[in-house]
């Protein structure tokens, strides 16, 4: 047992930014390291991987005496966002994105090279979705193409999975896994691109997994104090005497 808790960080765009919504990702996974790790939100709406490189030397700070033991890095639904239509202010060049998620994983690494980073795809894109919400929000206005298409995301989800490999990082590829069930478009999405509870549910049974299979399985980790069933009525401290030895 120990009194400091090791800290997760999640840390992405909007999908992660919401993960603390009721049925969250990010939510489940605090759950499970209850009294074991904080689960820390670091998710950023509209945020591509250009803009986040801003946001790591406040975020990861180089000089910390406790950092992350763990870090998810989940960008790329903003930067896969197309040229000439009503997103493309957050486009990245996918060629850059894999040099920023790149350099993100570095600046981490530097922070602690032990950290466990786990890099996650972009969920897939329905564009039928997308093409209804953005209807709903603009009605007639609204453009007839999408902003985002399945096929220019899976291009970047594929730099993302080359790049874990590259690094020898675990990844999770979420928008092949979730295509691999019937009607996961409006199963796991709730607009075409952020996630529906089922959606969440994905995200947080392949991080379980991932966490399991490297060092950071939550049931073998210990309490930060004491059950209460440890605890003698007639002599408190002791257990606490005890764990401060």
Same mark, same amino acid.
């Given at each position: 047992?120990?009194?400091?808790?090791?800290?997760?960080?999640?840390?992405?765009?909007?999908?992660?930014?919401?993960?603390?919504?009721?049925?969250?990702?990010?939510?489940?996974?605090?759950?499970?390291?209850?009294?074991?790790?904080?689960?820390?939100?670091?998710?950023?709406?509209?945020?591509?991987?250009?803009?986040?490189?801003?946001?790591?030397?406040?975020?990861?700070?180089?000089?910390?005496?406790?950092?992350?033991?763990? %870090?998810?890095?989940?960008? /790329?639904?903003?930067?896969?966002? =197309?040229?000439? *239509? #009503?997103? &493309?202010?957050?486009? $990245?060049?996918?060629?850059?994105?894999?040099?920023?998620?790149?350099?993100?994983?570095?600046?981490?690494?530097?922070?602690?090279?032990?950290?466990?980073?786990?890099?996650?795809?972009?969920?897939?894109?329905?564009?039928?979705?997308?093409?209804?919400? %953005?209807?709903?929000?603009? /009605?007639?206005?609204?453009?007839? =193409?999408?902003? *985002? #298409?399945? &096929?220019?995301?899976? $291009?970047?989800?594929?730099?993302?999975?080359?790049?874990?490999?590259?690094?020898?990082?675990?990844?999770?590829?979420?928008?092949?896994?979730?295509?691999?069930?019937?009607?996961?478009?409006?199963?796991?999405?709730?607009?075409?691109?952020?996630?529906? %509870?089922?959606?969440?549910?994905?995200?947080?049974?392949?991080?379980?997994?991932?966490?399991?299979?490297?060092?950071?399985?939550?049931?073998?980790?210990?309490?930060?104090?004491?059950?209460?069933?440890?605890?003698?009525?007639?002599?408190?401290?002791?257990?606490?005497?005890?764990?401060?030895?």
């Amino acid at each position: 047992m120990g009194t400091v808790r090791p800290q997760i960080v999640l840390f992405g765009d909007s999908i992660t930014e919401q993960s603390f919504r009721i049925g969250g990702w990010g939510a489940a996974l605090a759950h499970n390291y209850s009294r074991k790790a904080d689960v820390v939100v670091r998710g950023y709406g509209g945020y591509n991987t250009r803009w986040a490189l801003f946001l790591l030397h406040h975020l990861f700070h180089l000089s910390t005496p406790t950092p992350p033991v763990a %870090a998810t890095i989940f960008f /790329g639904a903003n930067d896969a966002a =197309l040229l000439g *239509r #009503t997103s &493309e202010r957050q486009h $990245v060049p996918v060629e850059e994105y894999k040099e920023n998620l790149r350099r993100i994983v570095h600046h981490l690494k530097e922070c602690s090279p032990t950290m466990l980073v786990v890099l996650i795809t972009p969920p897939p894109i329905d564009e039928a979705g997308r093409k209804e919400y %953005a209807q709903s929000l603009y /009605g007639e206005k609204a453009m007839e =193409l999408p902003e *985002r #298409t399945n &096929e220019v995301t899976g $291009v970047y989800a594929k730099q993302c999975v080359e790049l874990a490999k590259e690094l020898c990082l675990p990844s999770i590829n979420l928008w092949s896994k979730m295509q691999e069930t019937k009607g996961w478009q409006k199963k796991f999405l709730s607009d075409g691109l952020h996630l529906t %509870a089922e959606g969440n549910a994905v995200v947080h049974q392949e991080v379980v997994k991932v966490f399991n299979e490297a060092w950071l399985p939550a049931p073998e980790m210990p309490y930060d104090f004491p059950r209460h069933s440890e605890i003698d009525a007639e002599n408190p401290e002791k257990v606490f005497q005890q764990q401060c030895l």
